[in-house]
């Protein structure tokens, strides 16, 4: 008796296409975001090795209990950074998961360590068109999520505003930053919000926005990237209470230092992660609480932990999104743009 084959199956092997052959210019922007990885992960690991010299007599006199918890704040800061992109790709229609987000945002922020914010919002854009989001949606979430973290940055500055008023000099020159304050909170406004995007997606060319920003949204992810500025300042608190007495007005003290010392550093995209604009802020605003050279000391080793987990941090995200993709779990398919 003769099986006849199932006609099903014949046809489903007939019809299955090739893989299409990648074009040049798959092929070259492959090879340069390679390439680009290369350069950024050099440049971080040359930021550690520079410091190190400087750092290591510091570091061994802090109490090591001191310097892991510390670090372990840092990290709960770094991990909070994709979700704020989770909650904006999400209100702008480009929903994602949380390991696909921490990829495309925690190996784009090393792209910082080279100078020119250019490098880490063209990588970004690249790993996320890999999620499944296209060009235009990841490059205006991405302002969404920077002005974000500068209002939430600003926010939390106010914690360090009388220091600053009755402090240093240095301290008082960085009061302007605050009137980007006044500047950005009318755009935490739904309507407004979703007009800014819709006028930057015009410009690019694409379509506007199928649905406005709600306000539930946009107060959860300020309200997440204030908590990311909380943990940066438990971070540096651990270290000055180290050196100094114990004291909980200082925790507030050294959170609005690091976030007014992340926007400064923002601000100063020219130098490589805001190097030496973000130790200005620190140095100035710490030296209120301990003398001037430990708080130079700590906000170099402050730096030199925010570079260490930066590379660990987007170095674990990266194994995750290659395990996940051994185990077989679903890719999203790249976006078109």
């Known amino acids: 008796m003769t099986v006849e084959p199932d006609v099903a199956d014949t046809d489903a092997q007939q019809v299955a296409p090739p893989a299409p052959a990648k074009t040049r210019k798959a092929v070259v922007i492959a090879w340069a975001k390679r390439v680009l990885i290369v350069?950024?992960?050099?440049?971080?690991?040359?930021?550690?090795?520079?410091?190190?010299?400087?750092?290591?007599?510091?570091?061994?006199?802090?109490?090591?209990?001191?310097?892991?918890?510390?670090?372990?704040?840092?990290f709960a800061g770094i991990f909070l950074g994709p979700l704020v992109w989770k909650i904006v790709l999400s209100d702008l229609g480009a929903p994602v998961r949380?390991?696909?987000?921490?990829?495309?945002?925690?190996?784009?922020?090393?792209?910082?360590?080279?100078p020119g914010a250019v490098w880490a919002v063209l990588l970004s854009m690249e790993l996320a068109r890999e999620a499944g989001v296209n060009r235009a949606?990841?490059?205006?979430?991405?302002?969404?999520?920077?002005?974000?973290?500068?209002?939430?940055?600003?926010?939390?500055?106010?914690?360090?505003?009388?220091?600053?008023?009755?402090?240093?000099?240095?301290?008082?020159?960085?009061?302007?930053?605050?009137?980007?304050?006044?500047?950005?909170?009318?755009?935490?406004?739904?309507?407004?919000?979703?007009?800014?995007?819709?006028?930057?997606?015009k410009v690019l060319r694409k379509a506007p926005l199928e649905n406005r920003f709600t306000g539930i949204e946009i107060l959860k992810a300020l309200g997440t990237a204030i908590a990311i500025y909380a943990c940066y300042g438990?971070?540096?608190?651990?270290?000055?209470?180290?050196?100094?007495?114990?004291?909980?007005d200082t925790l507030i003290l050294s959170a609005g230092a690091m976030a007014l010392s992340m926007t400064a550093g923002l601000l100063a995209f020219f130098l490589p992660s805001g190097l030496g604009a973000r130790e200005l802020v620190i140095t100035a605003t710490i030296a209120?609480?301990?003398?001037?050279?430990?708080?130079?000391?700590?906000?170099?080793?402050?730096?030199?932990?925010?570079?260490?987990?930066?590379?660990?941090?987007?170095g674990a995200a990266a194994l995750v999104a290659y395990v996940q993709k051994r185990r077989g779990v679903p890719m999203p398919v790249p976006a078109e743009d």
């Open 288 to 314: 209120t609480v301990l003398p001037s050279g430990q708080a130079i000391a700590l906000a170099l080793v402050s730096r030199l932990m925010f570079t260490v987990a930066d590379l660990a941090a987007a």
């Open 137 to 201: 949606r990841s490059f205006t979430a991405g302002l969404v999520a920077t002005g974000m973290g500068v209002l939430a940055s600003l926010i939390a500055g106010l914690a360090a505003l009388p220091v600053m008023l009755n402090g240093r000099p240095e301290a008082n020159q960085l009061l302007w930053l605050f009137l980007l304050l006044l500047v950005g909170l009318p755009f935490l406004h739904p309507r407004l919000l979703t007009w800014s995007v819709n006028l930057v997606l």
């Open 234 to 248: 438990v971070h540096l608190w651990l270290l000055v209470d180290s050196l100094g007495t114990p004291r909980w």
């Open 39 to 74: 350069a950024v992960l050099a440049a971080a690991v040359y930021s550690v090795y520079s410091q190190w010299d400087e750092v290591y007599p510091t570091l061994t006199a802090l109490p090591w209990q001191s310097l892991v918890l510390s670090l372990v704040a840092v």
């Open 98 to 114: 949380f390991t696909a987000a921490s990829k495309f945002y925690l190996v784009g922020q090393l792209g910082k360590y080279v």
